[in-house]
């Protein structure tokens, strides 16, 4: 079964979107299967993070802001603006896919686990992604 | 078809889970699809990497010791501890979901390649997978 | 269904297997599901990535080489040459396994994505990739 959420984003950060794919699974009938999820862009990623103290989302884009950060003069592929290249790297980095395991009509994740679109970008984007849902 | 895994862990490094994983796999029967396997952690993850030389993979953790070091400034969520947060970090640059072809009833992996877990944090963990077998 | 599908590569770099893999979609009469890929190799990975523009690649292969080099004095596993132990970790990074939804048998990718190989190594290396292909 394919099914598609749409995300707006407000500049870098990671959102949490597991609720919504609970949703979704819930709807769907899945009782036992696979969740695949993939973003279908290249300045956006995704990720599986602790949920729990937003500080530890806050960190995480602190860390990759001063690994992959702007500017760098490095980077020939500038003339979408500064934040495009290292985005590309940040997503290279994390994932673009992630198959998740649904038991009991629930995607299978840990008690402090989270999914979470990370968006690399500073201004707001439009973020498209697709599900595959199988027995 | 779902089936778990536990792991006991003894601090920082990779622990290798091929044998374990193929074993699950013939006691299903599945001769020929896909399995997932999904770590339960945020401060764990997984990777398949070279399964030779323990050099490869005392390497790769002191690497990423020093890419992601503790007591680094940048980090605000420290009430954990000094393993914690730079574990996120470590769970973002690896892998959390893993998905192998299987063929003859055997997990589809080349000559080099095993599965590990990778512990991020200091002391034991007792780590939780969760695996997906399908057709 | 399994298939597979082998390249030659010429050193370091980033090489689209986009069509390829579309054709193998297609030859499959595959109209929706999800089409999962395995590099089985530890020297060299997958990620999805922007394939418009030839620099964006050129800077994600010199963003890696920087970050990642050659000859670095942490490494003790040097035995098969310079870029052995670098190619490891730059795989551990990056991605070994994909998974992505299949819909009007079609990779469902998005207008930018591109799937591609990407070679750690500096010599030429025969590479091998299994797919898994389902409803």
Redesign the interface.
């Known amino acids: 079964m394919?099914e598609r959420f749409e995300l707006q984003t407000s500049g870098k950060g990671l959102y949490e979107i597991t609720d919504e794919l609970q949703r979704i699974v819930a709807r769907c009938g899945l009782v036992?299967?696979?969740c695949?999820l993939?973003?279908?862009?290249?300045s956006a990623s995704l990720?599986?993070?602790?949920n729990a103290?937003p500080?530890?989302r806050?960190?995480?884009e602190?860390?990759m802001e001063?690994?992959?950060p702007e500017h760098?003069e490095?980077?020939?592929?500038t003339q979408e603006g500064p934040d495009d290249?290292p985005s590309?790297?940040r997503?290279?980095?994390?994932?673009?896919?992630?198959?998740?395991?649904?038991?009991d009509g629930r995607l299978?994740?840990?008690?402090?686990?989270g999914i979470f679109v990370w968006e690399h970008r500073t201004r707001p984007h439009h973020r498209?992604l697709?599900?595959?849902l199988?027995?």
């Open positions: 394919i036992e299967g696979l695949t993939m973003i279908r862009h290249t990720t599986i993070q602790e103290d500080s530890a806050r960190d995480l602190a860390w001063r690994a992959v760098d490095l980077y020939t592929h290249m590309h790297v997503a290279a980095l994390t994932s673009t896919t992630l198959s998740i395991p649904v038991v299978a994740l840990g008690t402090w686990q498209s697709i599900l595959h199988g027995p």
